[in-house]
Structures are given as C-alpha cells and as structure tokens.
C-alpha cells in the first residue's frame, strides 16, 4: 500500500505556494500519492492568465476577478512584498541560487501526476469558474476533500 500526503493550500502568497508545490513534488518523487485542495486565495495558484472570462459573472464577480491575481506569476509575498519589490528580489536570488520559479514547480506537480482539487463552495463565492483553471483541477466539496485527506499519513494546511 502506497503512502498519501494530503494538504490544503489556503493561502495565496507566492512563497507559500513555493513551499507547497517543493513539498507536492518532493512527496512525488519518493512515490507517495499527493492530494492538494485549494481553498479561497489559493485557487489563485491554479488560475491560468490564457483562460479568464468575465462571462456568466455578476458585476461583483467582475470587480473582484479584475483585482485578484491573475496566475502564479502574479502572486505576492507573504513578508517583505514592498508593492512587488520583494518578491523581485526574491526571484532574482533564486535565480542566483539556480532555484527554479513557482510556475517551474507547479509545472512538475502536473507532470508528476499531483492531484489537484478546487474547494466548490471557494470558487462559487469567489466567482471562479473551472474553465479558467488549469486543466488538471477537479472540483469537490469539503466532504470530498475529507474523505480524501482521512487516509492520509501526512496532512498539511498551508
């Protein structure tokens, strides 16, 4: 029997979902499954700048789709972020240090066959919609979500 890491990515700061994605595909490479839910701000990591539309979407939905961030590449920093300068430094110095960019990591996590879930109830009050996810995000409810994550040896909330 196979191990399973299970985790939610709430957060929607760049260096918390570099973190996420390092552990998802690390967990990959030693052959244990990995679930990750997206909830709220994190949906935003899944969110693909080719795909958005602002079709079927209330005016608030709009507004808010408008303000959020677009993608990966456009997620700040939890600390230091000084209005995108941070994260600037950040990249370079990981740049430097031949780290890869989060899009690098989230790329790997698809290859590797990560399992990606959108939170229903998160996209609905967001105004999200699955088309404008990557393809590889299925949508389940929080009772979905915890039948997958009781299984699981290892569960993370970031």
């Given at each position: 029997m196979s191990k399973k890491m299970n985790m939610i990515?709430?957060?929607?700061?760049?260096?918390?979902?570099?973190?996420?994605?390092i552990l998802a595909n690390s967990a990959r490479e030693l052959g244990i499954d990995v679930s990750?839910?997206?909830?709220?701000?994190?949906?935003?990591l899944l969110r693909d700048p080719q795909k958005i539309s602002e079709e079927n979407k209330t005016s608030y939905e709009k507004m808010f789709s408008m303000v959020s961030p677009k993608g990966p590449?456009?997620?700040?920093?939890?600390?230091?972020?000084?209005?995108?300068?941070?994260?600037?430094?950040?990249?370079?110095?990981?740049?430097?240090?031949?780290?890869?960019?989060?899009?690098?990591?989230?790329s790997g996590a698809r290859k590797k066959?990560?399992?990606?879930?959108?939170?229903?109830?998160?996209?609905?009050?967001?105004?999200l919609k699955k088309d404008e996810?990557?393809?590889?995000?299925?949508?389940i409810d929080a009772k979905g979500y915890l039948k997958?994550?009781?299984?699981?040896?290892?569960?993370?909330?970031?």
């Open positions: 990515l709430f957060s929607g700061d760049y260096d918390k979902a570099l973190a996420a994605l990750m839910f997206f909830a709220f701000w994190g949906l935003f590449e456009n997620l700040p920093l939890s600390k230091m972020n000084f209005s995108g300068l941070g994260k600037i430094l950040l990249k370079e110095m990981m740049k430097d240090d031949e780290a890869p960019p989060l899009e690098a990591f989230l066959g990560v399992n990606f879930y959108g939170c229903k109830l998160s996209m609905e009050v967001m105004g996810l990557i393809d590889e995000v299925k949508v997958d994550a009781i299984d699981s040896e290892i569960q993370l909330f970031i």
